[in-house]
């Protein structure tokens, strides 16, 4: 057996006090099926997680969620200490990675949550002790 399995065999003699070949087979096949039940993360999947990762883009999406109306830039950097420029920035990584959407009306551009961007946000929220 590899060092692996042999860490296994040790893990399921703790667990149910003796361990064979067939029992670590056993628990490789639990193994291998959800392994094959995990869908692979996709690229968007990575980059809204990634993305969210920043304290500037998840406090803006933050906002964008908990406000009833689209946000403009400037109300943004009224309420975030960073620059105009990095809020800038950190709004064209939030729509790159399909978190926030943008509109242009006139010389202003307003941003909103996407629905994705809404339940991630939920979900973090719900799940905070």
Known sequence: MTQQTDRLERLIADEIGDCCAADVETRLETLEEYDAATP???EMDLDAVQTLGNETRYNIVQLLVTADDP???????HLIE???SAISHALSDLHDAGLVNREKDGQWRYYEPT??????IAALDRTRN
Do not use: K
């Not at 946000?71 to 950097?77: A, D, F, K, P, S």
């Not at 629905?115 to 991630?120: G, K, P, Q, S, V």
């Open 82 to 84: 960073v620059s105009d």
């Open 40 to 42: 692979s993360p996709t």
């Open 115 to 120: 629905d994705r961007a809404t339940e991630l």
């Open 71 to 77: 946000l403009c830039v400037c109300e943004l950097t």
